[in-house]
């Protein structure tokens, strides 16, 4: 962020502040930075939104991949994918009283992120008083695809968050 906020101001495009986005493997980097890593950033992250992103790497929520079976396959299995360092990972683990607002969507047949990650992360914003949207497509998997009206809400909740925390100026 040091070195976009450097290349932008000597364009002339001076950045105090951002919103910070992705999806999938990136939606897990946006919440991390967004959940974990903001306070020390240079530039002041408002808001977070992300889609399907896996913000929790216990082994019971990956069952998708066989991990949250109790073998010492399984458990070698999870320990070789995530390592014994879960907290680090795992998003929703950061999510405190200052966490920036946050729009999330998830398909609830979503296997490349297991569906299960993404209750570990609303009722941590839910617990923290956060103030954020959920989009749950009940017919869709990763790639968000079988639920076009709760798509369309999704983008439009980003939308409005955008005008509140980043309004142009």
Same mark, same amino acid.
């Given at each position: 962020?040091? /070195?976009?906020?450097? #290349? +932008?101001?000597?364009?002339?495009?001076?950045?105090? @502040?951002?919103?910070?986005?992705? %999806?999938?493997?990136?939606?897990?980097?946006?919440?991390?930075?967004?959940?974990?890593?903001?306070?020390?950033?240079?530039?002041?992250? /408002?808001?977070?939104? #992300? +889609?399907?992103?896996?913000?929790?790497?216990?082994? @019971?929520?990956?069952?998708?991949? %066989?991990?949250?079976?109790?073998?010492a396959e399984s458990r070698k299995a999870a320990a070789g994918l995530f390592g014994e360092i879960i907290?680090?990972?795992?998003?929703?683990?950061?999510?405190?009283?200052?966490?920036?607002?946050?729009?999330i969507a998830y398909g609830a047949h979503g296997r490349v992120c297991p569906f299960?990650?993404?209750?570990?992360?609303?009722?941590?914003?839910?617990?923290?008083?956060?103030?954020?949207?959920?989009?749950?497509?009940?017919?869709?998997?990763?790639?968000?695809?079988?639920?076009?009206?709760?798509?369309?809400?999704?983008?439009?909740?980003?939308?409005?968050?955008?005008?509140?925390?980043?309004?142009?100026?």
């Amino acid at each position: 962020m040091p /070195k976009v906020a450097e #290349e +932008a101001q000597r364009l002339g495009y001076p950045v105090d @502040s951002m919103a910070i986005s992705g %999806g999938s493997a990136d939606g897990t980097l946006a919440m991390l930075y967004a959940y974990r890593d903001a306070a020390d950033s240079l530039v002041p992250v /408002k808001m977070m939104f #992300e +889609a399907v992103g896996p913000s929790s790497f216990y082994r @019971s929520d990956w069952g998708a991949y %066989g991990l949250d079976r109790d073998t010492a396959e399984s458990r070698k299995a999870a320990a070789g994918l995530f390592g014994e360092i879960i907290k680090p990972i795992s998003a929703f683990m950061w999510v405190d009283g200052n966490t920036v607002p946050s729009v999330i969507a998830y398909g609830a047949h979503g296997r490349v992120c297991p569906f299960e990650s993404a209750a570990h992360l609303a009722d941590a914003l839910e617990k923290n008083n956060v103030d954020y949207r959920y989009f749950e497509m009940p017919h869709s998997g990763h790639g968000l695809q079988n639920d076009d009206k709760i798509y369309e809400q999704y983008m439009k909740a980003v939308e409005e968050y955008l005008d509140r925390y980043m309004p142009v100026k």
